[in-house]
C-alpha cells in the first residue's frame, strides 16, 4: 500500500513528487510509468530528430530521480484500470496497487482523424519519445515529408526535418498556420520565413488519402488533398494535437468534459483522486472556466499544485491559459492569453508592426487590463507584461509605453512596481 | 543565504554594475578586451533601467518559487538546494525561451549565440557578486534571507 500513486512520469507526474517530497519526506510515492526510459523532455522531441539533443539533454531532471525521491517506479508497466471504492490501480500486468492518494497524469495522445492509407509504412505520429526514434531511423532514406498539422508541433517537426534536408509540405486545416497562437501579420511572417527555408505550406485543407509507392504499395508514396492535388513524399507525420488520455476513469464517478475536470487544487469530483497535465481540464485565468490547455510548463505546475495538496499542504493552481514560446526558424516568438480576439469590440488593441526588422509586437487590453500578449522578435520584457496580465493590473495610466523598446520595470510608476514586486 | 537588492533611491544610474557584470563574465576579465576584442562580445546579465529620474539595476532575484524553474521545458533551469540559488545549466538548455516568457522581472536573456538563454549566476566562484562589489553608491547590496 503506498500513500501517494502517481500515475505518469512526465511533466505533471515528476513535478508532483518534487512537491509531494518538500511535504513529505518519508510516505510511500509509487509511480507507474508505461514509458521505459527516465523521464524526459517531450518537447524536446524535434531536438532529438534534428540532431540538435541526443537522449542524455533530454532528461529533464537527474538520472538518480527516483532514487533521490525515494521513489517506488513501476517503469514500463501501464495502469488498466482503477477501483476507486476500494482505492487501487490494475497494471497491465495483473498487479494491484493501493493508494491513500491517487494523481491521475496520463497525458495526452496524439489525435488522429482517420485516413485512408493511415496504415502504410512511413506513416507517424509525434508526441513521445519513440514517436521520434521511429521517425529519425527512416529519415536518411527519405527525400520529402508531408506534415498534417500546421500548430506547434507540426511547426516544431517541419524545422527539424527542414534541418535533416528533407523537402517538407505542411498541411494545415485553417487559412493560417499557428492559427490558435498567432494572429494574420504574425503567422504570414512566419509563413515567409518558413517559405523562404524551401517549405511549401498548404492551408485550408487537410490530406484526405494517403498513396503508397507505385513500386510497393505498402509504403507511403504520396498525398491526395481535400482539393484533389496530390503531393509526392516519403514519409506522413500526423502532427494536429493532442486528446487526453482519460480512458481510466471511464465508468468511475470521476466528472469529464473532454479531459478529467479538476477544481483550483487538482482535485476531480472523487475525494483523494486528483488529475494534472494533458489529461486534465483546469482553470485558465483568463477565460475564467476550465480548459484544455496541454502544455509543459502548466502541466508542471498543475502537478506542483497537486503534489502539495495530496501530501496536505494546501496551495491554490493560480489559473493557466494559453501561452507559447516559439525558437523556429529563427524568429522568436511569445504568445500568450486571447492575442486574436474573434470579436474586436470591447478589446482595445495596441500594436507596432516594424516589418524591414522582422518586428510586431502586440497587445489586447479589455477595460485596460492586458488579457493577450504576442511579441515576434523582441521578447525580452515578456515576462513583466505576462505579470501585469497575471495580476491582472489596470495600465491605463502607461499603455502607450508597452510596446516601448525600453519598457521594462522603471516604466511602472513606482506604487505599482512597490506592490508587485516589493510586497 | 545571500540575495541582491537594488535600492533605486541610491542609483545614480552610471551603468558600472553591467560593465563588471560582463567583464565577470568574458573569457578575458578584462575590460578593454572584453568590449573591443571578444568576438561574440559577453553579455552583462544585469540590466540598468532607466526612465529618469528613476534608475534600477535588475538581475535575477534567484525566487523562492522561481516560475523560470516550474516552466522549464528541458530541466535546464534549477533551484540549488543548497544555496537556493537558480541556476541555469547552458548545456542542458533547448533556447525554447519559456523562460524568458514567465520571468516576472524581464531578467533573463538570450546569450550571444541566440540559441540559449543567459541569467545572473550570482558570479559563482565570488564572495560577493561584481555588480554589487563595484556598484560606487550602495545601491545594490547583499542582504542575508532565511533558507
Not at chain 2, 104 to 132: E, H, N, Q, R, T
Amino acid at each position: 500500500m503506498a500513500k501517494y500513486v502517481i500515475i505518469g512520469a512526465s511533466a505533471a507526474g515528476i513535478s508532483a513528487v518534487e512537491a509531494i517530497r518538500e511535504v513529505d519526506p518519508v510516505s510511500t510515492i509509487t509511480v507507474v510509468s508505461e514509458e521505459p526510459c527516465p523521464s524526459y523532455s517531450r518537447p524536446m522531441i524535434s531536438d532529438l530528430v534534428s540532431g540538435k539533443a541526443n537522449f542524455e539533454k533530454m532528461l529533464c531532471r537527474d538520472g538518480q530521480f527516483w532514487e533521490k525521491n525515494n521513489v517506488q517506479a513501476l517503469t514500463g508497466q501501464r495502469a488498466v484500470s482503477l477501483n476507486l471504492k476500494e482505492k487501487y490501480v490494475v497494471l497491465d500486468n495483473g498487479a494491484r496497487v493501493s493508494f491513500e492518494k491517487l494523481l491521475i497524469a496520463t497525458g495526452g495522445k496524439p489525435f488522429v482523424p482517420k485516413i485512408e492509407g493511415a496504415d502504410k509504412k512511413g506513416v507517424f505520429t509525434f508526441t513521445k519519445l519513440s514517436d521520434a526514434e521511429s521517425l529519425a531511423a527512416e529519415i536518411e532514406k527519405a527525400k520529402s515529408a508531408v506534415v498534417v498539422g500546421g500548430g506547434l508541433i507540426g511547426v516544431s517537426l517541419t524545422e527539424a526535418l527542414v534541418k535533416r534536408g528533407l523537402k517538407v509540405t505542411i498541411v494545415e486545416l485553417q487559412n493560417k498556420i499557428l492559427s490558435l497562437i498567432l494572429d494574420a501579420t504574425a503567422s504570414d511572417m512566419v509563413a515567409n520565413v518558413m517559405e523562404r527555408a524551401g517549405v511549401t505550406i498548404v492551408t485550408g485543407q487537410s490530406v484526405q488519402r494517403i498513396l503508397g509507392k507505385p513500386e510497393d504499395e505498402r509504403v507511403v508514396g504520396g498525398v491526395v488533398l481535400t482539393n484533389g492535388n496530390s503531393v509526392q513524399c516519403d514519409m506522413v507525420i500526423i502532427a494536429i494535437g493532442v486528446v487526453p488520455r482519460a480512458e481510466l476513469v471511464s465508468g468511475t464517478d470521476v466528472k469529464t468534459n473532454r479531459g478529467i475536470l479538476v477544481d483550483r487544487f487538482m482535485r476531480t469530483s472523487v475525494p483523494d483522486v486528483y488529475a494534472s497535465g494533458d489529461v486534465a481540464e483546469a482553470y485558465d485565468f483568463i477565460s475564467g472556466e476550465n480548459r484544455l490547455l496541454p502544455l509543459w510548463p502548466l502541466a508542471q505546475l498543475e502537478g506542483r499544485v497537486a503534489g502539495y495538496n495530496m501530501a496536505g499542504k494546501k496551495a491554490e493552481y493560480p489559473g493557466g491559459t494559453a501561452m507559447s514560446a516559439l525558437k523556429y526558424f529563427g524568429i522568436p516568438i511569445i504568445s500568450i492569453g486571447l492575442v486574436n480576439p474573434k470579436n474586436a469590440e470591447g478589446y482595445e488593441i495596441l500594436t507596432r508592426y516594424e516589418p524591414e526588422k522582422r518586428l510586431y509586437k502586440k497587445i489586447v487590453l479589455k477595460d485596460d487590463v492586458i488579457v493577450g500578449i504576442l511579441l515576434l522578435n523582441d521578447i525580452e520584457r515578456a515576462g513583466v507584461l505576462f505579470n501585469l496580465m497575471k495580476n491582472s493590473v489596470n495600465v491605463k495610466k502607461f499603455k502607450q509605453a508597452l510596446l516601448s523598446e525600453n519598457f521594462g520595470l522603471a516604466t511602472l510608476p513606482s506604487s505599482l512596481r512597490k506592490r508587485l514586486y516589493l510586497e | 543565504m545571500k540575495r541582491i537588492v537594488a535600492k533605486e533611491e541610491f542609483c545614480i544610474g552610471c551603468g558600472l554594475c553591467e560593465v563588471y557584470c560582463t567583464v565577470q563574465h568574458s573569457k578575458s576579465k578584462d575590460v578593454i578586451k572584453a568590449y573591443n576584442r571578444e568576438n561574440p562580445r559577453p553579455l552583462g546579465r544585469v540590466r540598468l533601467e532607466v526612465n529618469k529620474p528613476v534608475s534600477f539595476a535588475v538581475q535575477c532575484r534567484h525566487c523562492e518559487d522561481a516560475p523560470c524553474v516550474t516552466a522549464c521545458l528541458s530541466g535546464a533551469m534549477k533551484k540549488d538546494e543548497s544555496t537556493g540559488l537558480v541556476i541555469h545549466d547552458a548545456e542542458k538548455c533547448m533556447g525554447c525561451w519559456t523562460c524568458i516568457m514567465v520571468c516576472p522581472y524581464g531578467a533573463i536573456k538570450m546569450d550571444a549565440s541566440g540559441k540559449v538563454v543567459s541569467k545572473c549566476d550570482f558570479c559563482s566562484g565570488l564572495d560577493v557578486p561584481a555588480c554589487v562589489a563595484n556598484c560606487p553608491n550602495g545601491a545594490l547590496v547583499l542582504i542575508e534571507v532565511k533558507p
